[in-house]
């Protein structure tokens, strides 16, 4: 690719973006990484940071959904600011966004975008070029932008394609242009091509035959024409594979974004004893680029079009298991995480760092499970009912304010179909917690309606906790309506229950919350 590296980097010189575009398979990702590593690495260029953000642009699972332009510039932000907390309206995350970045000499790749529409407003000239963005996606930019360098990523020529080849797969030297033209000179065919030749196939002629029969020689310089060649090329492949592992890799396709070890011995039935095979296995995935690694975050992942192809072939009932231990598996991490959060410091700079790695799973656990419930499924229905309120904290990080709404509500639609009344309870506290976020007079008037009820269900399931958190909001409603007497009434008693379950978060949280209602009052002293 020493032609478009030598292009881009031209580019660089008078671009603020660059924008690779093409087919699934067409090595727009590598392409994008080696240029950023060129750059990144060089001294004399001066680039302090390196963002990645994905941004599911080109997924096409019902679970998964693109980021929005406010996520991208929030996720970015708090790679830079990892303690800031981000404006809600998008106005003023927008000018805070371009306050954070201006002047700073990052790179900023973003993979997988949908179209230019997703992220145009990211793409504003700078006075001093000093940041550069690089972006992925399978389709051509819409409109020309001043910024932006547009480059659409081909296929590689034939020299390029057996380089490639016979560097994965040595021996194979002689047979290596009919297998290049078989891929249609597409990276990702050649690279899984490469790797099962070199470290499962014995019988190359077999290979090469198997792969005749999928794809089409007489269309083989069109290779427009055939975007799923990726896939046909896995598909031999997985032929290859024992029973066992092609169930073990069959399971991978749950995943909705990166995971890490914890994650794959939960999806693969496996305890502690049973690690080393466990690291064997996704070693062998990754020996066959059956499966990827990032380095920097420890995580493994799948191409996209392994995912699809995994996707298609897991047995239904495999696949229905396999959502019961995701769903759970993510409901646990995600009750971990905010109990982390919760407790300030290191740690809760460290738990915000590890959300962001696990939310894209913990959002597509909860979709799942939510279709499931929303079947008639109790299990399912219980998992729904604990999501928000085991993210309690740390869920307001990520979600729309409209979104965790409608997430509590079906949390308080379940809990009413199972009769389970105490969770519910919890529930309609959270609830009145969200509306009063909502900021209008009627909705915080009803929010101390379901602050009340929410209060006597936790008085009667002696859940003192709950019971302080519900008066502390109850005291922040009464304080955004201006009755600041009254909201200072409702602090003490949510005090008295912090301070008899010596919850010394809680507590500081009250009295933080004291201290501003008395400042109201004009009482500095107190």
Known sequence: R?????????????SDVLWLSGIMGIGKSTLAAKIIDQNYSNPEKGYTNLIFVDLKGSSKSKSTRALTLDEVRARIINELQPQTFMPTDTSRLSDFYKNIISNKKIIIFLDNARDDRQISDLFYKQEQSKWLMVVTSRNRLEYN????????????DKEDAKRLLESLAPDIRDRSEEIVRLCKYLPLAILWAGKFLNNKVDNYDSYIKKLKEKIDEKDCNSYEKHRNIATEVISVNYEYLSEDEKSAWLDLAIFDSTFNKEALSSIWRLGEEDNEYRDQLINHFLSLSLAEYNKSTERYFLHSAAKIFTAEKINPDRREENTIIYSTHFLLILKDLNAQYTKGGAIFIKSRTLFDLEWPNIES????????????????????????????????????????????????????????????????????????HKGSKSDIEISI?????AIKTAKSSKS???????????????????????????????????????????????????????????DTKK
Do not use: C
């Open 2 to 14: 020493k032609k478009e590296l030598d292009l881009l980097n031209s580019a660089i010189e008078k």
């Open 464 to 522: 003192d906790k709950w019971v302080g958190i519900h008066l502390n909001d109850k005291g922040n409603a009464h304080a955004t309506l201006g009755d600041y007497e009254q909201a200072i009434t409702e602090y003490n008693e949510a005090l008295k229950y912090f301070e008899a379950i010596k919850n010394d978060t809680g507590k500081s949280i009250v009295l933080n919350n004291l201290s501003r209602a008395y400042i109201d009052l004009g």
């Open 365 to 436: 656990a909860y979709k799942l499970a939510r279709r499931k419930a929303s079947a008639g499924k109790d299990y399912f229905k219980i998992l729904i009912i604990n999501y928000p309120i085991d993210g309690f904290d740390i869920l307001s990080l990520r979600q729309e304010l409209d979104d965790r709404i409608d997430m509590i509500k079906t949390g308080i639609n379940m809990a009413n179909d199972l009769e389970m009344w105490n969770e519910k309870g919890i529930l309609e506290g959270i609830y009145g917690q969200a509306l009063r």
């Open 449 to 453: 309606v379901l602050f009340e009820n």
């Open 145 to 156: 932008y001043d910024n932006v360098f547009n480059l659409e990523v081909n296929a590689l």
